[in-house]
Antibody, heavy 119, light 111 residues
Framework: QVQLQESGPGLVKPSETLSLTCTVSGGSISNYYWSWIRQPPGKGLEWIGYIYNSGSTKYSPSLKSRVTISVDTSKNQFFLKLSSVTAADTAVYYC?????????????WGQGTMVTVSS | DVVMTQSPLSLPVTLGQPASISCRSSQSLVYSDGDTYLTWFQQRPGQSPRRLIYKVSNRDSGVPDRFSGSGSGTDFTLKISRVEAEDVGVYYCMQGTHWYTFGQGTKLEIK
């Protein structure tokens, strides 16, 4: 059974870069689309972007200028970098999987990792 | 951006009674391939979201058949025929036709 696990620092300073890793276990990272989604405390869900195992990416227009998603297929991991963070980037960050052609119908989610932006 | 608007935002329901959540999009969700990419997720307290319904009305395996999805174009509905205690949580619709955007969420609670 495929499982996703997010990891990374729980505290990031304002103006710095948030970096997270999602590790895929129980299956291959190949041939799926892998997304990052976030949820500010007490609020709704926001899609950040995705990567295909080939390395092609798409990002939310509202975050595009600050987001980079990359993949390491040899380690079955993909990554999120979000630059110039502010308090508004404080959220639980989830990684999630979608099958090709599913258009965001994420079928597997990680447990989420809380990231707080504060000095 | 396509805006997804859910109503109501809060839904108190008596156990065993039906519940209905509306989701409206600011643009048609019919994609160029003819499919409509509208998904419903359930987020129980303290948990990650879980997919319930994809492409408007396709229920995931393991999802009780009391959950059903319907709609077309810009208007969609998630129905629960008889609410059970385990259904408490927040329900999100999400469109995948024009980038990906979520509704604000509807919090279902037991009266």
């Amino acid at each position: 059974q495929v499982q996703l696990q997010e990891s990374g620092p729980g505290l990031v300073k304002p103006s710095e870069t948030l970096s997270l890793t999602c590790t895929v276990s129980g299956g291959s990272i190949s041939n799926y689309y892998w997304s990052w989604i976030r949820q500010p405390p007490g609020k709704g869900l926001e899609w950040i972007g995705y990567i295909y195992n080939s390395g092609s990416t798409k990002y939310s227009p509202s975050l595009k200028s600050r987001v980079t998603i990359s993949v390491d297929t040899s380690k079955n991991q993909f990554f999120l970098k979000l630059s110039s963070v502010t308090a508004a980037d404080t959220a639980v960050y989830y990684c999630a999987r979608e099958r090709g052609g599913d258009h965001g119908a994420f079928d597997i989610w990680g447990q989420g990792t809380m990231v707080t932006v504060s000095s | 951006d396509v805006v997804m608007t859910q109503s109501p935002l809060s839904l108190p329901v008596t156990l065993g009674q039906p519940a209905s959540i509306s989701c409206r999009s600011s643009q048609s969700l019919v994609y160029s391939d003819g499919d409509t990419y509208l998904t419903w997720f359930q987020q129980r307290p303290g948990q990650s979201p879980r997919r319930l319904i994809y492409k408007v009305s396709n229920r995931d395996s393991g999802v009780p058949d009391r959950f059903s999805g319907s709609g077309s174009g810009t208007d969609f509905t998630l129905k629960i025929s008889r609410v059970e205690a385990e259904d408490v949580g927040v329900y999100y619709c999400m469109q995948g036709t024009h980038w990906y955007t979520f509704g604000q969420g509807t919090k279902l609670e037991i009266k």
